[in-house]
């Protein structure tokens, strides 16, 4: 009798006489290079380092295509962006040391999104690792220590025949949910040396599914059921496990209405009647929700953006699907249901009954009137019309990404994606400089459409260095940078905090002879040119620059109790 389990797939003729007989010349780098290839890369991203040199030029006698950055943090978030596109794993090469641990605010924006990201480092040759303090350049006592607590895995190779099977563990960790960044580090003399093991030619890598548990969908469903009025919070991990389709299905069954995090963008369609849109920072909006006696969570952890800066303190019943183990229930007791958002979407519309309430649609028109009344009475005319300008500008297919800044801030609110995974920003981890970068990623992983960066003056000046790669690659990106100055949200932080502003101005370059210096087309806009002057750059192939002159405002919190 032959079971499942004693199959073994059997090397074809050829197969056999290439692993009999592997080309000379192939070192441990080609091995790291023939495994991505195995695994269906097609593009990787990085930096070379004197460590790293043997995966550099095993890259030479590959087909894989190689994006290179001018800084490794960059270089990690167009890997990220790459990866939030195409829910591939994207593979992201950096050397030893001072160029590793550059990649690291990168990397804890792709943990605190699900980027999957496949970080592969060089390492001190083999003798120095251990902490033995052999003085290798670039050397550190325990260099994975640094990416521990950032990344979801780390894996060590000492070996050549360890390669293959370490990155390709490293793959599946960086795709099963919740997805995330993964690191993998090789020591110089294992990369360099020749190699006889056999050419490597597939991958066996497959990303673990994350289903829920029977009992606990049985037991949300009966509570969504017997709802009287059911809200849905849908979060980053909607978008990433494609499960918005499955949203739309179950919030129309249920009479639900449904609001986006940051994170959610595009996962509910903005103009859909049960649509309370994105405006999570609100207190209409948290009022509502409190009151919902079953508040269905999906791939959300009800962080600080997400849940109006902890002042929303519901008073129902909360079910809460989420893929990190770490967040179930992390922020509000509830019916924690650890699972793919999908999945567990799946298993509920296989359950929950049709409801009838035909005031739903009234009540988020009412919700959204509220919102609007406010926001008018703080007369914001020139955010709202430069926001509206740039969504009329942007295709409606067209991918965006966002540095954090004010006119970002605003777009977590009052900016229809146009669809999931269309919106993207660096409101995971925070951090500066995200935007221009990603956007190069977005395009090199799908050159058809133009993709968009948004930053302001202080994050621009973090990335402006890749105004060299969108060049030399001559990727599809339009940046738009809305210059006022300085760090405009710290200023009014101040501001408001102290009554004086202090470290927030900026001495900053003209942008667009910049720009026109790298070979990248730059315009100066107003605000009443925006919208042509947008388009028109997204409309020419290749990268261009946009400059806005403004200093925009934010609308004023409500989870300080103001109105």
């Not at 006119?407 to 900016?415: D, K, M, V």
């Amino acid at each position: 009798m032959t079971h499942d389990h004693d199959l073994v797939l059997r090397p074809t003729p050829a197969q056999t006489e290439a692993a009999l007989n592997p080309p000379p010349g192939r070192t441990g780098g080609d091995l790291v290079v023939e495994t991505l290839a195995g695994l269906g890369t097609t593009t990787v991203f990085g930096l070379p380092g004197q460590h790293a040199l043997g995966v550099f030029d095993a890259l030479r006698r590959s087909d894989l295509r190689y994006i290179g950055l001018r800084v490794e943090n960059n270089a990690g978030f167009a890997a990220d962006a790459y990866g939030r596109i195409t829910g591939e794993a994207a593979p992201l090469l950096l050397s030893t040391g001072p160029g590793a641990l550059t990649s690291l605010a990168a990397l804890q924006e792709a943990a605190a999104a699900s980027a999957p990201v496949l970080a592969i480092s060089s390492q001190v040759p083999t003798a120095g690792l251990g902490g033995g303090r052999h003085g290798y350049l670039h050397e550190l006592p325990d260099q994975a220590a640094s990416f521990r607590g950032v990344v979801k895995s780390v894996h060590t190779v000492r070996t050549q025949s360890q390669i293959p099977s370490a990155i390709e563990a490293a793959w599946t960790s960086a795709l099963s949910a919740p997805h995330g960044p993964v690191w993998v580090e090789i020591p110089q003399d294992v990369l360099l040396a020749e190699t006889a093991i056999p050419v490597v030619t597939g991958g066996d890598a497959f990303p673990e599914e994350l289903p829920p548990r029977p009992e606990l969908t049985a037991v949300a469903a009966d509570l969504l059921s017997k709802a009287v009025r059911p809200a849905i919070i849908a979060g980053g991990g909607v978008v990433r496990a494609d499960a918005s389709g499955k949203l739309k299905q179950l919030a129309e069954r249920l009479r639900a209405p449904v609001v986006t995090t940051p994170g959610g963008k595009g996962a509910f369609p903005w103009t859909h009647p049960l649509s309370l849109q994105s405006w999570i920072e609100d207190r209409h909006t948290t009022d509502f929700l409190e009151d919902a006696d079953v508040l269905l969570v999906v791939g959300s952890g009800l962080g600080e953006l997400s849940s109006n800066y902890h002042t929303f303190t519901p008073r129902g019943r909360i079910i809460q699907i989420e893929a990190d183990l770490g967040k179930l229930e992390s922020n509000h007791p509830a019916l924690g249901i650890h699972a793919d958002a999908r999945l567990a979407l799946q298993a509920l519309l296989e359950t929950v009954p049709d409801r009838e309430d035909a005031m739903a649609a009234d009540r988020v028109r009412e919700v959204l009137a509220k919102v609007a009344e406010r926001i008018a009475a703080q007369e914001l005319t020139l955010e709202q019309d430069v926001l509206a300008s740039v969504r009329r500008a942007l295709p409606a297919s067209s991918p965006s990404f966002w540095d954090m800044t004010i006119l970002a801030y605003w777009a977590w609110s009052a900016f229809d994606a146009k669809g999931p995974n269309h919106m993207h920003s660096a409101q995971g981890a925070g951090g500066l400089g995200y935007a221009f970068p990603a956007a190069l990623g977005a395009a090199a992983a799908d050159p058809t459409r133009p993709v968009l960066a948004v930053s302001g003056d202080g994050g621009a000046l973090y990335s402006i260095a890749e105004l060299a790669t969108a060049r030399q690659y001559d990727l599809n990106v339009t940046w738009l940078i809305v210059d006022d100055g300085g760090y405009g949200i710290l200023r009014e932080y101040m501001h408001d905090a102290f009554g004086e502003a202090t470290a927030t101005e900026l001495t900053r370059p003209d942008y667009v002879a910049l720009a026109e210096s790298f070979g990248v087309p730059g315009a100066r806009t107003t605000p009443e040119n925006l919208e042509q002057d947008l388009a028109k750059a997204l409309a020419a192939p290749g990268p261009s620059v946009v400059l806005l002159p403004a200093v925009l405002r934010m609308f004023a919190p409500t989870h300080l109790g103001a109105d």
